[in-house]
């Protein structure tokens, strides 16, 4: 895909980043993550208890190239938080363990803070955009 | 496809001072998990550690490389 001046798609996403202090795009819904790693990061969240929005890549593969051209970042899932890409499923995993994501959210981190990590799931979902 | 031992291969051969341990998690071929060590990583926050590892690879994460699940450490810290 080229550069263009004018990108609907890649401009609703930066829109989205801006509007929602916490986002959070992944394969799948935060319900139905179709994926691991998105499932992961979801259950970070929803154990910090966290309000976050949430964007289903999957239905159409340009909303993961211009994620990934805007964020440079190649995988799924992303977290932004306040504007900024905080990382994928392995550093919010990391920094939720650590108490960090808690901070970075502004949230109490609970007493027994642990992820339990899910086995990846079949691959035929996410295959649809191999 | 890409193996584990390949991907250790070129993970070290990019970063200076690295040790990289890769494991293939599902068997498929396709998913992999690394731990690197570098002295690169210094003074850098996560999100840059592991760009500098996705960068060895390009549109290949994504592609034949589905995921590359990463730790990163500097020496320090391993």
Redesign the interface.
């Given at each position: 895909m080229s550069e263009q001046t004018s990108n609907p798609i890649r401009d609703a996403i930066a829109e989205a980043i801006a509007d929602n202090p916490v986002i959070l795009f992944m394969k799948g819904t935060p319900d139905a993550p179709a994926c691991g790693?998105s499932a992961r990061t979801v259950a970070a969240l929803q154990a910090l208890d966290a309000p976050f929005a949430a964007v289903d890549i999957l239905p159409d593969p340009r909303i993961?190239q211009e994620l990934?051209g805007l964020s440079?970042?190649?995988?799924i899932p992303q977290l932004f938080v306040k504007g900024e890409?905080?990382?994928?499923?392995?550093?919010v995993t990391?920094?939720f363990e650590s108490g960090e994501l808690a901070q970075t959210l502004g949230v109490e981190q609970p007493a027994d803070a642990t992820v339990a990590e899910p086995q990846?799931k079949p691959?035929g979902i996410?295959n649809r955009?191999? | 496809m890409p193996t584990p031992d390949e991907i250790k291969q070129r993970i070290e051969a990019a970063l200076p001072g690295a040790a990289a341990e890769v494991e293939d998690y599902t068997g498929g071929g396709d998913h992999f998990r690394a731990t690197v060590v570098s002295p690169a990583f210094d003074g850098l926050s996560r999100i840059a550690q592991h760009r500098l590892v996705y960068d060895i690879f390009g549109a290949e994460i994504g592609g034949p490389i589905h995921a590359l699940s990463l730790t990163t450490k500097v020496p320090e810290q391993a």
């Amino acid at each position: 895909m080229s550069e263009q001046t004018s990108n609907p798609i890649r401009d609703a996403i930066a829109e989205a980043i801006a509007d929602n202090p916490v986002i959070l795009f992944m394969k799948g819904t935060p319900d139905a993550p179709a994926c691991g790693f998105s499932a992961r990061t979801v259950a970070a969240l929803q154990a910090l208890d966290a309000p976050f929005a949430a964007v289903d890549i999957l239905p159409d593969p340009r909303i993961r190239q211009e994620l990934s051209g805007l964020s440079n970042w190649p995988t799924i899932p992303q977290l932004f938080v306040k504007g900024e890409l905080v990382g994928g499923a392995d550093i919010v995993t990391e920094m939720f363990e650590s108490g960090e994501l808690a901070q970075t959210l502004g949230v109490e981190q609970p007493a027994d803070a642990t992820v339990a990590e899910p086995q990846p799931k079949p691959l035929g979902i996410e295959n649809r955009l191999g | 496809m890409p193996t584990p031992d390949e991907i250790k291969q070129r993970i070290e051969a990019a970063l200076p001072g690295a040790a990289a341990e890769v494991e293939d998690y599902t068997g498929g071929g396709d998913h992999f998990r690394a731990t690197v060590v570098s002295p690169a990583f210094d003074g850098l926050s996560r999100i840059a550690q592991h760009r500098l590892v996705y960068d060895i690879f390009g549109a290949e994460i994504g592609g034949p490389i589905h995921a590359l699940s990463l730790t990163t450490k500097v020496p320090e810290q391993a």
